[in-house]
């Protein structure tokens, strides 16, 4: 069975940092991009950041841009997000979601069940 | 930034065919992804390349995108597929989601 499980959430101050992992289990991520999507409490999906299968390719959305970076091991099977100068409107259930091909065009085909960000004084 | 525009809830009687647009500038120049979602859970891809079904997606789902405007039409609508459908697709590497469709099946 293919399985992505997210890790690293939890409740930080404004400004501080975390960094959030994604194992798979089930499938070799190396043949695919892979993305981190957010949802604010009863709101809708956000795309935050999607990496190539080789890293070659990187996206962030706007609202992230020089504040999250996005990374991967292959050898570990494994993605990352770190984030930096969290804030209020980052408070988020945040997805690992696998893209179908190795550049992200296609669509994300397998998500893990979220790891919750909150940020708060 | 490119924007996708979903209207906020659409209703559909049991056996009936529901329709789900999703707006955005050329979006047929680009490929439409759909998304449904249910309360508690993680999205489930269930479009792909404007038309494609992953396996294990029932026939009753299907999409199309031209012009401005990508569609998902789900046909003969049954209970299960009351949920949160969203639109994606891809501008410039960035990834767009629109803002949801809740799709209630009365």
């Known amino acids: 069975e293919v399985q992505l499980v997210e890790s690293g959430g939890g409740l930080v101050q404004p400004g501080r940092s975390l960094r959030l992992s994604c194992a798979a289990s089930g499938i070799t991520l190396d043949d695919y991009a892979m993305h981190w999507v957010r949802q604010a409490p009863g709101k809708g999906l956000e795309w935050v950041s999607g990496?190539?299968?080789?890293?070659?390719?990187?996206g962030y959305a706007d609202s992230v841009k020089g504040r999250f970076t996005i990374s991967r091991d292959n050898a570990k099977n494994s993605l990352y997000l770190q984030m930096d100068s969290l804030r209020a409107d980052d408070t988020a259930l945040y997805y690992c979601a696998k893209d179908l091909s190795g550049t992200y065009s296609y669509g994300m085909d397998v998500w893990g069940q979220g790891t919750t960000v909150t940020i708060s004084s | 930034s490119y924007e996708l525009t979903q209207p906020p809830s659409v209703s559909v009687s049991p056996g009936q065919t529901a329709s789900i647009t999703c707006s955005g500038d050329k979006l047929g120049d680009k490929y439409a992804s759909w998304y449904q979602q249910k309360p508690g859970q993680s999205p489930v891809l269930v479009i792909y390349q404007d038309t494609k079904r992953p396996s294990g997606i029932p026939e009753r789902f299907s999409g199309s995108n031209s012009g401005n405007t990508a569609t998902l039409t789900i046909s003969g609508t049954q209970a299960m597929d009351e949920a949160d459908y969203y639109c994606q697709t891809w501008d410039s590497s960035t990834g767009v989601f629109g803002g949801g469709t809740k799709l209630t099946v009365l």
């Open positions: 990496i190539s299968w080789n890293s070659g390719n990187i």
